[in-house]
């Protein structure tokens, strides 16, 4: 199993930045991919950004240019810089990590991070 706690959320101005954060434990080895996902009151939960293991990143078109997702393997966290802040971006952000048990591939969540922005 892959645990997760998000960090770093918190209320900013729009036009600034806040960096998230995601500390992994447990199988950290099986994990194939790492994510954050969002989901605004009353709306389903979106992807925002991933990144494997190989590195390459993916993100959501509302974000592109503004947040960077990294991982810092050493310390088996996940970051999320996200700069230039709009109110639209306000939602509890998950982090999500996919991981291989067998043929099998399962996901784990964090338990949220709120992030308020102000117009």
């Known amino acids: 199993q892959v645990q997760l706690v998000e960090s770093g959320g918190g209320l900013a101005q729009a036009g600034g930045s806040l960096r998230l954060s995601c500390a992994a434990s447990?199988?950290?080895?099986?994990?194939?991919?790492m994510g954050w996902y969002r989901q605004a009151p009353g709306q389903r939960r979106d992807l925002v950004a991933t990144?494997?293991?190989?590195?390459?990143?993916n993100y959501a078109d509302s974000v592109k240019g503004r947040f960077t997702i990294s991982r810092d393997y050493a310390k088996n966290t996940l970051y999320l810089r996200m700069n230039s802040l709009k109110p639209e971006d306000t939602a509890v952000y998950y982090c999500?990590?996919?991981?291989?048990?067998?043929?099998?591939?399962?996901?784990?969540w964090g338990q949220g991070t709120q992030v308020t922005v102000s117009s």
């Open positions: 999500n990590a996919e991981w291989r048990r067998g043929r099998a591939d399962f996901p784990s």
């Open positions: 447990g199988s950290i080895f099986a994990i194939n991919k």
């Open positions: 990144i494997t293991n190989d590195g390459f990143t």
